[in-house]
């Protein structure tokens, strides 16, 4: 067979050649833009001419602060097209964080979103590796500041050479992008892309059984375009010709119903908390969601509550997946076998509440401390991973080789696994909670508690104690008129009938908010603090 | 990213884990058997074993020659899963090209089926490298033979260790299978396939866009298992967890029916002349197809009332698509686009009798002799294949240097390119008619031809001309019952009205039947022996 690489720019010519007239929606600050394949691949190309003129070569990294839009697409493609590395920046992250991300990266371009300048403005005199800033915007000035130099995307662009070639060099070995996540401890931590891992993760997420992306949808990502880069969602999208529907910057759930039924938007990808934002707008409003043939729902466990009102109430099919930074990130994703399809709706929804089984061009195993554990939907163990878009280390970063050991990647998720393969996320390693010997998962209680009509959101911790080394504590955040009228009492007789007696919370905590991370997810570091100073515990 | 190489044996290992239960329904000449993949997994393991301890190694040569059924489909897995070479031989093919085969290969071991042993007992002391021959029968004694030595799979198998690792030690470049194709002239020139190739093959037959091959499918490749490994059909179906029906040896268009229904197949796939076989059963017996999701039709072009019968008749949705053995073989697929789902359902069959766009992964262009053509739907060109499924030589063959330049595989197709990148073969560069300095088309005539309803089959060839150097002569089997009633003129009007007066054929000859290769393709070069007898010419 032909030694050909599998590489990002060639799936950008594809969408040129066979996909020209289809369109990428786009809003920025200013207004909605529509723009087909033939138009953002020229964009793109123009993008190239201008960062080989700037000095960018291949291995560079090209650092994005941005939101969802089309011109943080033609990055994406015009960075490792030419060699180059794509490195989407967590805008939700502390200004500390961000400063050490782009000078470990050694970042030597940045484009910023303009409402990021300001921030920008904050921090580049401790940015030592940056030699350019680019501002995307739609304004024919630019704001005053004291950043240098300071460019203007559009106009960069405008003199851009649109034939200029994609690198015909690309070993699909060599980085194509890099995305920096958030450590329990310390720094962020940096996982690489390669051209490679990102093509196959590519056709992994157009396969019929895991995502279907397909030239017939309309895919609208509002997973942020710098987190795992919008879970592959653009590459794909723009592969195998799907419309795209960016939503921009500081979208509300009223907009995206909007987009939704406006654009007849066919699949969608995001976390829990979007999903929940999301059936709050539905039911005030009155869209048509009709077009929607999936809910793709990640980062962590959406509760079965959340599933069954897409499900029920509205008709949306809804879809568990799982992954991480370090897996590109689809790792599993929860569909039913076509035996399964005679089961009743209730087991359905208890599968649908399940992550799924492994996406084909992966391996898994999951082990406790007495080694693998048995397929028996009961064994807990911690899941790892293997495969060609999973991350074999962290970018220059000695925390490596806890993550990555023996071959595998250690996701630090504990799961069980069924007679079927399918995989269920009962907790992180670190957020279990050992309870006199025995492992009680906090996530699971949490998803019971959200079952309970009157809770918003609920979030389990461990305290310590002296006789059973740790007990949960519920935390609970109730729905809006609600506040005074549940009791704890209330909580746990509706725990009572589904868990052990040793399961349930010794009391329930209530809160107007969880901590939650850049990304939506519970911040349960954070959250444990605050438990233990309601207890007045000592760390 | 992690350094895992894409290999044959992890498809396997995937569907053991996760769809063991899925069954494979096989016919073999005694009976029909239904194996689930958790035993086709530990029978491959268990012939890997025995392989092993006969002696064959990595890169070794396993040969078969083979209808479809299951055992067939445990060494598509047990040869490469081990790091040996599967090498699926033609049946059809004359005594002396099999034996060149075997030999040119270096096969050191046959599988072959009961009905074939006569055949290897007539060649096998030609054979200069083979040092065993096992026999794949339900029946418990093996035929007298004077073969040796001689062996009975499932007494070997029954010996074999069901828990034997696939290797872990795979180059994804290193060969996974071969398999020879055909020559226009000399002897049968081999293709291999390498472990990458056949995974990223795998890959694309499964994308929504493409074959979209599902866990809920049920898959009956009629194209041969010894024929471009029935399309990479047992490999992506096994993968994804299918189940598969395979038809067995010497199948007749009423079993394919009867399978159809019995077992509720999904998608099938095949060459024009299997469809048609079908469309009379279907026509003569009352079979409820309605499980049909796809016919898949490659080999040769289909004929637009064929495509017609099949969508409008029975409701059965009839994909066209493109490849060789040199391609694994899935080069293109014709599926409208989302906005073409309003065109006229008239030129829903045009554009569905084209062979549809690149399959995402592939790269494709096509030249004439004043560079590449312009996608107009008009202009004719070779097309030319690159990527990383797409053959780079013949084995160990002088005539590679031909069909491969530039880092392309020049096909010898000839197509026109529409606007929206959709190919239509248009000819083989050789069958093209070349009449006073212009091309004529022998494949667009022969279609025309084949939609006049007397008509069964046409196939048109040139003959020498003093004045135009070459022109066309229309072969034509007429349906039962219109021998005799169906004259020369009649044809000539009929193509009158569809294509300009010089295209139109010299004359009209009868046959009983159109000389066919192996695989079910038109015999031109001895079609055009037998006009050129008929007309009296010397070559």
């Known amino acids: 067979m032909m030694q050909i690489p599998l590489s990002v720019g060639s ?3 594809h969408a040129e050649q066979f996909f020209p007239k289809k369109e990428v929606i786009s809003q920025t600050h200013d207004k909605l833009h529509r723009l087909n394949y033939g138009e953002i691949g020229q964009r793109t190309r123009r993008l190239m001419s201008i960062l080989n003129e700037m000095g960018i070569r291949q291995g560079n990294r090209v650092g994005t602060l941005a939101w969802n839009h089309h011109r943080h697409l033609e990055i994406y493609f015009a960075a490792p097209g030419m060699g180059a590395v794509l490195h989407t920046i967590n805008i939700r992250l502390s200004p500390e964080d961000i400063i050490y991300i782009i000078n470990h990266a050694e970042d030597k371009i940045l484009f910023i979103d303009e409402d990021i300048l300001p921030l920008i403005e904050h921090i580049h005199t401790h940015l030592t590796t940056v030699e350019a800033f680019v501002v995307m915007t739609d304004k024919a000035d630019l704001p005053e500041s004291s950043i240098q130099p300071l460019y203007s995307y559009e106009e960069l ?20 992008g890099m995305c920096y996540t958030s450590a329990t ?5 940096g996982v690489i892309y390669t051209h490679r891992g990102i093509v196959l993760h590519s056709f992994a997420l157009g396969l019929a059984d895991t995502a279907a992306i397909s030239e017939s949808d309309v895919s609208m990502p509002v997973v942020p375009q ?17 419309t795209q529907v960016m939503p921009g910057p500081r979208f509300t759930p009223k907009r995206l119903a909007e987009f939704i039924e406006r654009f007849k938007v066919t699949i969608t990808a995001g976390v829990p ?5 999301l059936l709050r707008e539905l039911e005030q409003g009155n869209y048509d969601t009709s077009s929607l043939r999936a809910v793709l729902c990640g980062g962590s ?5 959340l599933i069954r009102a897409f499900e029920e109430k509205h008709n949306i099919p809804f879809y568990h997946a799982y992954g991480a930074t370090e897996t590109t990130p689809l790792a599993t994703i929860s569909r039913l076998k076509s035996y399964q399809q005679t089961i009743t709706q209730e087991e359905k929804f208890e599968e649908r509440a399940r992550q799924g089984i492994l996406v084909p061009g992966l391996q898994m195993k999951v082990i406790s401390d ?6 028996n939907g009961k064994d807990m163990g911690e899941l790892l991973l293997r495969g060609p878009w999973i991350a074999n280390e962290y970018y220059k970063d000695e925390r490596s080789n806890d993550a990555f050991k023996d071959g595998w990647f250690h996701t630090g998720d504990v799961v069980t696994v069924d007679e079927e393969g399918t995989i269920k996320i009962v907790d992180r390693t670190k957020d279990l909670i050992k309870s006199g010997g025995e492992w009680i998962s906090s996530v699971e209680l949490e998803n019971a508690i959200m079952a309970y009509e009157p809770v918003f959101e609920a979030c389990v911790v461990a305290i310590p104690d002296d006789k059973w080394q740790e007990r949960p504590i519920a935390c609970v955040v109730l729905h809006e008129g609600f506040e005074g009228k549940v009791k704890k009492e209330d909580i746990l007789a509706f725990l009572a009938a589904q868990f052990p007696k040793w399961w349930l919370p010794d009391d329930v905590l209530y809160f107007d908010e969880i901590p939650k991370s850049s990304v939506g997810k519970f911040l349960k570091r954070e959250l444990r603090e605050q438990v233990r100073e309601r207890f007045s515990i000592q760390e």
């Open 226 to 242: 710098f987190h795992v880069n919008a879970w592959g969602t653009p590459f794909a999208c723009t592969w195998f010709g799907s």
């Open 301 to 305: 466990a959406a509760p079965i509550g």
């Open 370 to 375: 007495q080694g693998e554990v048995e397929w």
């Open 185 to 189: 401890t310390g720094k962020p931590k």
């Open 11 to 13: 799936m950008m010519e």
């Open 273 to 277: 908390t979007i999903w929940l934002g």
């Open 157 to 176: 662009i405008s003199t851009g050479d649109p034939l200029y070639a994609f690198a015909a060099n690309i070993d699909e070995n060599q980085p194509a």
